[in-house]
């Protein structure tokens, strides 16, 4: 079974440009999450999907980011513009069940997004 | 508010030695608690979780963490360090339908 896959692993743009990153989780996990890991700091929580709607969006920093599940199948992150404060690691995870606490959820290798 | 302290940045070991990471959890409830260990170029790889009962988890790759509501700690522990368990380490606490997480602990091993 393929676990959860992130692409690109890397990505550099220059503060002002637009960057997409993509996540497909496990097949038949309805739950996907985004986070964040700002170098030194833990990772937080972005959002969850459950299938195609968003759950919760508490953690997106800004309304510079846009994320979609389309069809409830693999998310797109998008940042644009990009400022420096975006660079970070960004994971993403899924999970089969409730998206509750006890779920467990499968991390991808996550996104390292530099701005310049 | 939930938070998780990790108040190990780096750990360096000797091969064969006995580790133990250290972990601080602040959560009002029951708190649903993991680690995840972290390869390079790898997934946040689930190592062991604790929901309830045995306070003592054993979880893959011969680990194990005890918690200990009194201390609100999960520590993690391995008797005997292998050179391939070099990662960062993670400590999480699940609340609503999200992980908090620790900012995490580096491990050197060597030789």
């Known amino acids: 079974e393929a676990g959860v896959t992130q692409f690109p692993s890397h990505s550099v743009i220059e503060k002002g440009q637009t960057v997409t990153l993509r996540c497909d989780p496990i097949?038949?996990?309805?739950?996907l999450y985004w986070y964040r890991r700002v170098m030194g700091k833990e990772i937080k929580f972005l959002l969850h999907?459950?299938?195609?709607?968003?759950?919760?969006e508490s953690g997106m920093p800004n309304n510079r980011f846009l994320a979609e599940r389309t069809g409830g199948t693999y998310s797109t992150l998008k940042v644009q513009p990009a400022e420096l404060e975006d660079s970070g690691v960004y994971f993403c995870a899924s999970s089969q069940a409730w998206g509750s606490a006890t779920d467990t959820q499968y991390f991808g290798p996550g996104t390292r997004l530099t701005v310049l | 508010a939930q938070s998780v302290t990790q108040p190990d940045i780096h750990i360096t070991v000797s091969e064969g030695a006995s580790l133990e990471l250290r972990c601080n959890y602040s959560?009002?409830?029951?708190?649903?608690l993991f680690w995840y260990v972290q390869s390079p170029g790898q997934g946040l790889q689930l190592l062991l979780k604790y929901f309830s009962g045995d306070t003592l988890v054993q979880g893959i790759k011969g680990f194990e963490a005890e918690f200990k509501r009194s201390q609100s700690s999960f520590n993690l522990r391995k008797p005997s360090v292998h050179w391939s368990d070099a990662a960062e380490y993670f400590c999480a606490v699940g609340a609503g339908n999200q992980f908090y997480f620790g900012t995490g602990t580096s491990l050197t091993v060597i030789p």
């Open positions: 097949s038949g996990h309805d739950n």
């Open positions: 999907f459950v299938k195609e709607s968003k759950q919760d």
């Open positions: 959560y009002g409830a029951t708190p649903y």
